[in-house]
């Protein structure tokens, strides 16, 4: 029988594909990727003409707004934003 680790929570590339999501919703027309690191942990690099007018925390500012539901409640499944690299393309 295969180890089970219990209460281990959702899977960290499933997680990565929400954030992911939650982004491109949110910036529309942004590139993104989203790397899941350990569990609830992630790197986010996001693309986006948008952040042209944007200084580095507005920029950070308007990803974390985007991911907020995924950081919120009893049992949010992102901990943390290890790396995040906001770029103009």
């Known amino acids: ?9 959702p899977d960290p590339v499933v997680i990565a594909g929400k954030v992911r ?3 491109a919703h949110e910036l529309p027309d942004a590139e993104v990727e989203v790397l899941p690191v350990s569990p609830g ?3 986010i690099r996001v693309v986006w003409a948008g952040f042209a007018d944007k200084n580095r925390v507005q ?3 308007a990803v974390y707004k985007a991911i907020t ?3 919120t409640g009893d049992a949010p499944p ?3 934003v290890d ?4 770029v103009v393309p």
């Open 41 to 43: 942990h992630f790197e």
């Open 83 to 86: 790396k995040m690299e906001c």
């Open 21 to 23: 999501d939650s982004i």
């Open 69 to 71: 539901p995924l950081m």
């Open 78 to 80: 992102v901990h943390a």
């Open 1 to 9: 029988m295969p180890l089970q680790i219990l209460n281990a929570g």
């Open 59 to 61: 920029q950070q500012q």
